[in-house]
């Protein structure tokens, strides 16, 4: 079974910094893509920022220049770097993985259980 699970979350002033890790651990399985998502009260889970199969980058058009995307493969991790934060960037952000366990035909999707993001103005 795999587990995704995040941390760095919290509170932060606007305009301060934020950077968010995603571990994934488990037994025998590859990591097709990697990403955040995150969710506002009352809306819609988006994504945020992600990683491509073919290992492109590619943002949501509200954080582009301020958030950054990063792996580590030896790792199994995903990093997101917030900079420039606003207070409409209060969310739980999750952790998802595009995961191919051995044995499998299929990869699947996996979340990690999020991680609260508070912006203060």
């Known amino acids: 079974q795999v587990q995704l699970v995040e941390s760095g979350g919290g509170l932060v002033q606007a305009g301060g910094s934020l950077r968010l890790s995603c571990v994934a651990s488990g037994r025998g399985f590859t990591i097709n893509t990697m990403g955040w998502y995150r969710q506002a009260p009352g809306k819609q889970r988006e994504l945020v920022a992600g990683?491509?199969?073919?290992?492109?980058?590619n943002y949501a058009d509200s954080v582009k220049g301020r958030f950054t995307i990063s792996r580590d493969n030896a790792k199994n991790t995903v990093y997101l770097q917030m900079n420039s934060l606003k207070p409409e960037d209060t969310a739980v952000y999750y952790c998802?993985?595009?995961?191919?366990?051995?044995?499998?035909?299929?990869?699947?999707?996996?979340w990690g259980q999020g991680t609260q993001v508070t912006v203060s103005s």
């Open positions: 998802n993985a595009q995961i191919l366990s051995y044995g499998s035909i299929f990869s699947r999707p996996y």
């Open positions: 990683f491509t199969g073919g290992g492109s980058t």
